[in-house]
């Protein structure tokens, strides 16, 4: 029986950019603004920015402004569930 996995496809594919996943790990406990992330990732605020409004526009994340700053925070926490597994996976492979 054929399935389409698009929809499957495109999700992944939003997460399979290193920087992306650098913002999202920087996401895991607590919202915040694009400052907060540069800083706590070392990637450039143009980079940075370019993520977060790709998987805010994909319905991924969540915004709240305080203020003149706006904060990010994972809607479906799930997603780093899914990461974790992956890097278990990882993991036994490399240590084959």
Known sequence: MYKNYDDECDICKI???????MVLESLRNKSLNVNEIVN???????????????????????????GSFVFYSIKYPEILDA???????KNKIQNK
């Open 15 to 21: 997460f399979s950019n290193s920087s992306r996943l």
């Open 83 to 89: 990461f974790d597994i992956i890097r278990k996976i």
């Open 40 to 66: 706590k990732t070392s990637l450039p605020q143009s980079v940075v920015s370019q993520s977060l409004s790709m998987m805010r526009l994909r319905g991924i994340l969540n915004t709240e402004r305080k």
